[in-house]
C-alpha cells in the first residue's frame, strides 16, 4: 500500500489537474453565460438563429440515434450470430469512426456525398448532410454496447421458445430484445451525447448555413469567431445542461442494467 | 433462434450495405482520390513545410498531452478504486465531463480562463506567457478531451485484481513505489496500453477545441487537422485529400493496435 502521504498528494496533483484543465474552464463559460444575469442568459439563448440552431441539434440527434438503435442493433446481430468470410475485418472496421479525426470523416463523405459525386448523390449543405455526418461519427456506440449482451445471452430461452413453435420474429420480439435494451439504451445515450456536441465533421459539409444547417456547436463557434463570446458561453451553458441531463441518465441506465444482469 | 437461411442472408446484406454507404465508400474514395493523379502530386503535398509543421505539431500535442494524462490517469484511478476521501464521487463523475462536452464549448472554456481578459489571463500577460493562440492553449485543448482514456481503462482492471498482492508485497517490506512497479504496474499494462492507444487517437484527430483556440494562423498554429480543412478551403482538394490520408492510416495503425492490446488484455485477465 502506498503511504498515506504519498497517496494524498497523488490526489491532490490530481485534483488540481483536473480544475485547471477541466473543471475551472467550464465553470467560466457557466459563468459567462450569466454576466447579464438571468435576463442576458435567457436573450442570448433564445435569439432565433440560437433557438434554431438549438432545435436542429436535437431534433437531428434524435432522428440519428433512433436510426442507430435499429441498425446497430442489426449490425451487432449479424457480428454475433451470423457468420461470413471478413467478419473480423467488418468488426474492426466498426470502430473506425472513433479513430479517425471529425474533420476528415467529413471530408470523406463529402467527397462522395459532395458537389463532385461520382454516383450522382449530392447532399452538400442540406439538413440530410447533417444528418449523415452525425450517423457516421456515432455509428460505433449502440453496436459496441449491444455486441457482449448479445454474446452473452444463454441461447436455451430462444431455443426453448422455438421448440414451442415461436416463429424466428416472435423469439426475437419476445426473448432477445427484452434483454438487449438496456444495452441499446445505453448506446443510444452515448450518442446522444456524442450528437450533442458534433462539430469536426460537420463543418465541411453542412455548409453551416443558419436556420438551415447550422447546428449548435457551429453557432458557438461563428459567436466566438465574431467576438461574441457572452451569446457563445449562453447557448454553451444550454448544450452543458443536455450534456450533463445525459450523463445523469447514462448512469442511471447502467445502474439498471446492473439490476437486470442480477 | 434459427432464422431461415434466406432471412440471415438478406439481414447480412442490409447490415454490410448500411457500412459500405456510410463508412467504407467514402474513406475508399477519398483513398482513391490521394492517388488519383499517381503517387508523385499526394506526396508533394504531405511534404511542403507547411504540412510538415502542421504534422509535426500534431505529434508535439499527443508528447505532451498523452503522457500527462497517463500520469493523472494512473493516480487517479488508483485513489478512486483505493481510497475513500471526502470528493471521490464528484471526481469520479468529473472525469467522464471530457466525453460529453462540445469540443467547440472545451476552445471557449479555455479562452475565458487563459485567454486575454480571462479569469488568469491578466496575470499570464504580466508574466509574459500567451497560452490561447499559441501552442500552451493548444495542448490544453488536446489534453482535456484526451483525459478519461487511461483512467475509465485501468480502473476496472485496478478493482478486479485486488489488494492481495500488493499487501503481501507491502509486509514483506516492499516500499510503495516497489510495489506499484513491481506489482501493480505489470497487473494494469494492457489496459494501460489500451488506454494510451484511445487517448492517442484522440489527441492525434482533435479538431474543434484546438480550432477555437489555435487562432488558425498558417504555418504557425495549425495542426495537421486543421490543415485539411485549410486546405479544403484554398481549393487545394489534393493537399486536404493527402494529409486526410495520412492521418486515416495513422487511425487504422490506432484500430490495429486497439485489437492487439484488447487481445493482451482479455488473456491476462
Known amino acids: 500500500m502506498p503511504r498515506p502521504t504519498g497517496a494524498a498528494h497523488g490526489r491532490g496533483a490530481a485534483g488540481i489537474y483536473l480544475s485547471l484543465i477541466v473543471l475551472i474552464p467550464l465553470a ?16 442570448a439563448a433564445t435569439s432565433p438563429a440560437s433557438v434554431s440552431a438549438l432545435k436542429l441539434t436535437v431534433v437531428a440527434s434524435f432522428i440519428v ?16 450470430r451470423d457468420d461470413f468470410r471478413g467478419k473480423s475485418i467488418v468488426n474492426s472496421l466498426i470502430d473506425l469512426p472513433f479513430a479517425l479525426p471529425t474533420i ?27 444528418g449523415l455526418a ?7 456506440f449502440v453496436v459496441r454496447a449491444v455486441q457482449p449482451v448479445l454474446i452473452e445471452l444463454d441461447r436455451d430461452m430462444e431455443e426453448a421458445a422455438a421448440s414451442l413453435g415461436a416463429g424466428p420474429l416472435t423469439v426475437f420480439r419476445r426473448i432477445v430484445l427484452p434483454n438487449l435494451w438496456p444495452a441499446i439504451l445505453a448506446g443510444v445515450a452515448l450518442g446522444f451525447a456524442r450528437s450533442i456536441g458534433e462539430f469536426g465533421s460537420l463543418v465541411l459539409i453542412s455548409g453551416n448555413l443558419p436556420f438551415k444547417t447550422e447546428v449548435s456547436s457551429v453557432f458557438i463557434f461563428g459567436q466566438i469567431e465574431s467576438d461574441r463570446v457572452a451569446a457563445a458561453a449562453a447557448v454553451s451553458v444550454v448544450l452543458l445542461a443536455i450534456s450533463l441531463v445525459v450523463l445523469l441518465a447514462i448512469s442511471a441506465l447502467s445502474r439498471w442494467a446492473g439490476r437486470h444482469d442480477a | 433462434m434459427t432464422p431461415s437461411r434466406v432471412s440471415r442472408i438478406t439481414l447480412r446484406t442490409v447490415a454490410l450495405g448500411y457500412l459500405a454507404v456510410l463508412l467504407a465508400a467514402p474513406v475508399g474514395l477519398v483513398f482513391y ?12 503535398a504531405v511534404t511542403t513545410p507547411e504540412a510538415l509543421h502542421a504534422f509535426w505539431l500534431t505529434i508535439l500535442m499527443v508528447l505532451v498531452a498523452v503522457p500527462a494524462n497517463t500520469v493523472f490517469g494512473v493516480i487517479t484511478a488508483i485513489a478512486l478504486v483505493r481510497h475513500r476521501f471526502p470528493g471521490r464521487a464528484l471526481l469520479n463523475a468529473a472525469i467522464d465531463l471530457p466525453f460529453a462536452v462540445s469540443p467547440v464549448v472545451i476552445g471557449l472554456a479555455l479562452i475565458l480562463v487563459y485567454g486575454e481578459g ?20 493548444m495542448i490544453l485543448a488536446t489534453m482535456f478531451v484526451s483525459l478519461p482514456f487511461v483512467v475509465r481503462e ?15 508485497a507491502s509486509t514483506l517490506g516492499a516500499s510503495s513505489f516497489q510495489t506499484f512497479w513491481r506489482i501493480t504496474l505489470p497487473a494494469i499494462r494492457w489496459a494501460l496500453t489500451y488506454g494510451v492507444v484511445l487517448a492517442t487517437a484522440r489527441a492525434l484527430g482533435e479538431f474543434g477545441a484546438v480550432s477555437v483556440v489555435s487562432g488558425k494562423l498558417q504555418g504557425q498554429t495549425e495542426t495537421a487537422t486543421l490543415f485539411v480543412e485549410q486546405r479544403f478551403h484554398q481549393f487545394d482538394l489534393t493537399g486536404a485529400y ?28
Open chain 2, 33 to 44: 482520390r490521394t492517388f488519383e493523379h499517381g503517387f508523385g502530386p499526394a506526396w508533394q
Open chain 2, 118 to 137: 480571462g479569469w488568469f489571463g491578466s496575470w499570464l500577460a504580466d508574466h509574459g506567457i500567451q497560452v490561447i493562440f499559441a501552442t500552451p492553449g
Open chain 1, 65 to 80: 440515434v433512433a436510426i442507430n438503435g435499429v441498425t446497430g442493433t442489426l449490425i451487432a446481430w449479424v457480428l454475433v
Open chain 1, 134 to 140: 452525425l450517423l457516421f461519427v456515432t455509428l460505433p
Open chain 2, 242 to 269: 493527402a494529409a486526410s490520408f495520412v492521418l486515416a492510416m495513422l487511425a487504422i495503425a490506432t484500430l490495429l493496435s486497439m485489437n492487439l492490446a484488447n487481445r493482451r488484455k482479455r488473456v491476462a485477465s
Open chain 1, 104 to 130: 476528415v470523416a467529413g471530408l470523406t463523405l463529402l467527397a462522395l456525398y459532395g458537389p463532385r459525386s461520382p454516383v450522382g448523390v449530392d447532399v452538400a449543405y442540406t439538413r440530410i448532410a447533417v
Open chain 1, 28 to 43: 467560466a463559460v457557466v459563468s459567462k453565460g450569466f454576466d447579464n444575469g438571468w435576463d442576458g442568459f435567457w436573450s
Open chain 2, 154 to 168: 485501468v480502473m476496472p482492471v485496478l478493482r478486479e485484481i485486488g489488494t492481495e498482492q500488493e499487501q503481501a
